[in-house]
T-cell receptor, first 111, second 115 residues
Framework: QKEVEQDPGPLSVPEGAIVSLNCTYS??????FMWYRQYSRKGPELLMY????GNKEDGRFTAQVDKSSKYISLFIRDSQPSDSATYLC???????????FGAGTRLAVHP | SQTIHQWPATLVQPVGSPLSLECTVE??????LYWYRQAAGRGLQLLFY??????ISSEVPQNLSASRPQDRQFILSSKKLLLSDSGFYLC??????????????FGPGTRLTVL
């Protein structure tokens, strides 16, 4: 079993839709979680960083962690075509801040 | 502000040839440095990390090696490339100046094709 699982999609939504991206993880010791956005042929860009359980909001983006079910989510409100990218979830593991990544979900927002 | 550079941006190499990819970080000191590989359509796999000059930890045994000759320089090398070494290589850093040591920031990547 992979430590972080993510549905690769692709996910296609109309502009303005609310997008829900999800990951599950297996290691209950994970405390820090990240969401990265990666445009085609570019390096990943850190979007959100959350600690433990709860919600964190930044503009149109909300990151949610449910440690009881080992479930992490990223919600995008009022999605735009510029949000079309691959979204990677990651969990921080170990003393040297090793990131364990999901496979990434490819999102397409069409006008 | 901090910036991270990688070069070359793209590279096509024959099987059995050597490899050297370079990563440098500006605007911070004593960063943690990381090398990841991303195969097509897959997530990122950590290859090496370094917490200081000359300190390298390997996550995946393979024909690649890493070195950190200077505080903000990280090099990924191979003596003989394999077809399976093809992929998108990403360098990342974490540390003081932007976020915390928990948050990793990635460079633009090097796309390597081994033929």
């Amino acid at each position: 079993q992979k430590e972080v699982e993510q549905d690769p999609g692709p996910l296609s939504v109309p502009e303005g839709a609310i997008v829900s991206l999800n990951c599950t993880y297996s290691n209950s010791a994970f405390q820090y979680f990240m969401w990265y956005r990666q445009y085609s042929r570019k390096g990943p860009e850190l979007l959100m960083y959350t600690y433990s359980s709860g919600n964190k909001e930044d503009g149109r983006f909300t990151a949610q962690v449910d440690k009881s079910s080992k479930y992490i989510s990223l919600f995008i409100r009022d999605s735009q075509p510029s949000d079309s990218a691959t979204y990677l979830c990651a969990a921080l593991s170990g003393g040297y801040n090793k990131l364990i990544f999901g496979a990434g979900t490819r999102l397409a927002v069409h006008p | 502000s901090q910036t991270i550079h990688q070069w070359p941006a793209t590279l096509v190499q024959p099987v059995g040839s050597p490899l050297s990819l370079e990563c440098t970080v500006e605007g911070t000191s004593n960063p943690n440095l990381y090398w990841y590989r991303q195969a097509a359509g897959r997530g990122l796999q950590l290859l090496f990390y370094s917490v200081g000059i000359g300190q390298i930890s390997s996550e995946v045994p393979q024909n690649l090696s890493a070195s950190r000759p200077q505080d903000r320089q990280f090099i990924l090398s191979s003596k003989k490339l394999l077809l399976s070494d093809s992929g998108f290589y990403l360098c990342a850093w974490s540390g003081d100046g932007q976020g915390t040591y928990n948050e990793q920031f990635f460079g633009p990547g090097t796309r390597l094709t081994v033929l």
